[in-house]
C-alpha cells in the first residue's frame, strides 16, 4: 500500500514548457512538501504546503486537501529543471514519499 | 541544507563489516530520521527519533541500529552489512510540530559487496 502516489513517474520536455506533476496521498497530513533530487545529489526542500497556493519564481504547487491531491507546476522549463521531483507528505508522526518523477527538459 | 551534515558521501563495505553513517545538525531540531532510497520506491524509513534518547523503528529497521545520546546527532549503525543494504541513505531532520520543514543530508551512497 503506498500512501503518496506520484504520476508521472518519468516525464520529458522541451525547454519552454509548462509542466505539472501530481501527487495523490490516502493518508491525513499535516503538511505535504514537494521536494528535488538532482542526479547524485542531496534533496532540497522546494515548497511546504498545508492548503492553497505557494510560488516561487517559475514553481507553483497547489493542494486541495479534501480531494487529497497537490500538483507541482513548472512555468518556462529549463534544462536546469531536470531532477527528480519527490512529494512526501508529513502525517505529524512521520514522513511518506513518493516514488519520485524525473524530469527531463531537452533544450 | 547547510543545517543537517551527513557522512560520509560514499562507501564500500564487504559483506559482514559493520560501519557507522554520522549525521549531525545544528538547528535543534527534536526530530531526526533515517531513510533509505532504491531504484523505484521511495524513500523507506528506517529509524526515527523524537528526542535524545527516544528512538523507534520504522518501516525497514532490521539490520540497522541507532541512538540519541544528544539532540544534534544520530548516527545509524550497520551492524553486519549484507548486499541487500546496498542503497543511499539519507539523513533528515524538523522540529516534532505539525506542517514544519524537513532538512535533508547530502545522502550516503553505500555499496555492499
Known amino acids: 500500500k503506498n500512501e503518496v502516489e506520484q504520476s508521472p513517474q518519468n516525464l520529458t520536455a522541451q525547454e519552454g514548457e509548462f509542466i505539472t506533476i501530481n501527487c495523490s496521498y490516502s493518508v491525513g497530513i499535516s503538511a505535504l512538501h514537494w521536494l528535488q533530487q538532482h542526479p547524485g545529489g542531496g534533496i532540497v526542500s522546494l515548497f511546504m504546503l498545508s492548503s492553497g497556493k505557494k510560488k516561487h519564481g517559475r514553481l507553483i504547487a497547489t493542494i486541495n486537501i479534501q480531494e487529497k491531491h497537490s500538483s507541482l507546476h513548472i512555468t518556462a522549463s529549463h534544462p536546469r529543471d531536470s531532477a527528480v521531483y519527490i512529494c512526501?507528505?508529513?502525517?505529524?508522526?512521520?514522513?511518506?514519499f513518493g516514488t519520485g518523477t524525473s524530469l527531463t527538459v531537452i533544450p | 541544507n547547510a543545517g543537517v551534515t551527513q557522512t560520509p558521501k560514499f562507501q564500500v563495505l564487504k559483506t559482514g563489516q559493520s560501519m557507522t553513517l554520522q549525521c549531525a545538525q545544528d538547528m535543534n531540531h527534536e526530530y531526526m530520521s533515517w531513510y533509505r532510497q532504491d531504484p523505484g520506491m521511495g524513500l523507506r524509513l528506517i529509524h526515527y527519533?523524537?528526542?535524545?534518547?527516544?528512538?523507534d523503528q520504522g518501516e525497514v529497521p532490521n539490520g540497522y541500529n541507532v541512538s540519541r545520546s544528544t539532540t544534534e546527532d544520530f548516527p545509524l549503525r550497520l551492524l553486519s552489512a549484507a548486499p541487500s543494504q546496498t542503497s543511499v541513505y539519507f539523513c533528515?531532520?524538523?522540529?516534532?510540530?505539525?506542517?514544519?520543514?524537513?532538512?535533508f543530508g547530502q545522502g550516503t551512497r553505500l555499496t555492499v559487496v
Open positions: 512526501a507528505v508529513n502525517t505529524g508522526n512521520q514522513f511518506y
Open positions: 527519533s523524537v528526542g535524545a534518547g527516544i528512538t
Open positions: 533528515a531532520s524538523s522540529y516534532f510540530r505539525q506542517g514544519t520543514e524537513a532538512f
